[in-house]
């Protein structure tokens, strides 16, 4: 079995919309759920998953993506609740104490891994990051928790391949915008159609900028895409693209709003789909995984899914086949999906086929 580690920024409470007067989906119930769920899961243990303690990040750090002036508005904000700095969202007084919290742990996760302690680790941390660019945020997201550790590992540890895999049912534009030019770092979203949902960015055609042409690659998965739709994506077009790249080490924006029940988005993953991507993933590369957004109740379920495939055990049993068969059966989803991966096959030809299969 895998070891695996796991962080958790503890102060993470404090960051929270209703010090403001209004309540928020991204609020501190999401990770208390989630410790709540896996202490009593049995899953945690000195052997194969444990939790470690992290030291705060540095504001150096954030600048290994984002620009000084994007930090200072940060800063300035969480001294006016009634400012904000972007759309959808909040700051409040400690949260610029608790995003050096997170990226701490997120920057710890990826220390245990390229260190040899674990095979793979997962970062519970929250405020997520995956819509926060080099300077602006949006989407309840405030500093990129993967962009910052990518650039950490390249420039602290000398790492040369990194590969970023969104699979958050919201489009990673984010960071598309801190990394479209790179070269060293690949970036695959999967998400929801961007034209039924937020950020409405994420296009098949957006596969980043020279010299880093094809190392950005946006997946439109249509609306009621499930386990049938993200398998086939995942081994006619990732699979190869990362055998091609073969990142030393794979940070994935775990998002879990593309699961069936999410009331934000419109994806039928069940926990079956959650375990059969990571564990394909940690089963041939080292991952690092962060937790990005979901805003149902389940999201303890889904945090017991990604350790389970990142150590190695077998997966609860997924009473919802049913949403499998539905979804499968869905000829204007599946239709809309063999379009959209034919199309995205043909943009990325020149840098990642021929994709016939081996
Ligand atoms: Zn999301």
């Given amino acids: ?112 891994v390229v260190s040899g302690e674990c095979r793979h680790a997962f970062a519970i941390v929250r405020p997520p990051g995956h819509h926060a660019g080099p300077d602006s945020c949006s989407g309840f997201c405030i500093f ?24 958050d049912a919201h489009a990673s534009d984010g960071t598309y915008d801190a990394f479209e030019a790179d070269t060293n770092v690949l970036c695959v979203s999967m998400h929801q159609d961007q034209k039924t949902l937020y950020p409405f960015k994420g296009f098949i055609r957006d596969i980043g900028v020279r010299p880093a042409l094809g190392y950005c690659i946006n997946m439109e998965m249509p609306t009621e895409s499930g386990n049938p739709e993200y398998s086939l994506f995942y081994d006619e077009v990732v699979e ?19 699961y069936y029940k999410e ?30 957004g979901g805003y149902h109740e389940d999201l303890g379920l889904l945090a017991s899914v990604v350790l389970r495939a990142l150590a190695g055990f077998e997966n609860v049993k997924d009473d919802v086949d049913q949403i499998d068969l539905l979804a499968s059966r869905h000829v204007k989803t599946r239709k809309e999906f063999n379009n959209n991966l034919s199309l995205l096959k043909s943009r990325l030809e020149p840098y990642w086929g021929p994709w016939n299969r081996s």
Wanted: net charge negative.
């Fill in 263 to 292: 009331p934000l988005a419109k994806l039928n993953l069940t926990v079956d789909g959650y375990y059969r991507i990571i564990f394909k993933l940690a089963s041939k590369w080292d991952v690092v995984t962060l937790l990005e």
């Fill in 1 to 112: 079995m895998n070891r695996v580690g796991l962080t958790f920024n503890s102060n993470h409470h404090l960051h929270d919309s209703l010090m403001n007067g209004y309540p928020c989906p991204e609020n501190p119930l999401r990770i208390k759920n989630i410790m709540e769920y896996l202490k009593n899961s049995g899953l945690i243990d000195d052997e194969n998953c444990r939790f470690y303690d992290a030291l705060p990040a540095s504001v150096n750090d954030i600048l290994r993506v984002h620009t000084q002036e994007y930090v200072e508005l940060i800063r300035t904000c969480t001294k006016d609740p009634r400012q904000s700095p972007g759309n959808d969202v909040y700051v409040c007084p400690s949260s610029f104490d608790v995003v050096l919290e997170a990226l701490g742990c997120v920057l710890k996760a990826g220390d245990l």
């Fill in 144 to 167: 990129n928790n993967s962009g910052i550790l990518a650039r950490y590992l390249r420039e602290v540890k000398g790492l040369e391949r990194i590969a970023i895999i969104n699979i």
């Fill in 240 to 258: 190869k693209v990362l055998d091609k790249f073969n990142p030393q080490i794979v940070i994935l924006e775990c998002g879990f709003d593309a």
